[in-house]
């Protein structure tokens, strides 16, 4: 489980930045190379590697080199674990929220037959 939540720490770390997120994004519609990834970023490469490297170091991406040029994918796995995290906390919530729903409808109904018996 520690291995788990470190894992989900560290996808989640990941994009917790803007810039990772578009390079995310970007990587769902098919695999590119750092210099079509670097492009719609106003910054220096190597600070655009440092982004890939977090990227990388956390799993949701992967890169291949080829002569001279790097090209990265998207590890959909990793995005699937923290979907599914999410949509465990999302249950949850559902049902801590239907309780609470019910528990509202039921005051109401006290309410309602307190006045009628007064």
């Known amino acids: 489980m520690a291995n ?4 989900l720490d560290g996808v989640f770390h990941a ?11 970007r990587l769902g519609r098919g695999s590119a190379a750092v210099s079509e990834l670097a492009q719609p970023f106003d ?15 956390c799993g949701l991406v992967r890169s291949e080199k080829a002569g001279r040029v790097r090209t990265y994918e ?16 999302r249950a949850l919530w559902d049902a801590r929220l239907d309780r ?4 509202l409808v039921e005051l109401q109904r006290a309410e309602a037959k307190k006045k009628d018996n007064a």
């Open 4 to 7: 788990h939540s470190t894992q």
């Open 15 to 25: 994009l917790a930045d803007p810039t990772r997120r578009a390079v995310v994004s």
């Open 43 to 57: 910054m220096a490469l190597p600070s655009f590697l440092k982004h890939l490297k977090v990227l990388e170091a």
């Open 74 to 89: 998207l590890v959909p796995k990793k995005l699937a674990a923290a979907e599914q995290w999410m949509a465990q906390q």
């Open 100 to 103: 609470l729903d019910a528990y």
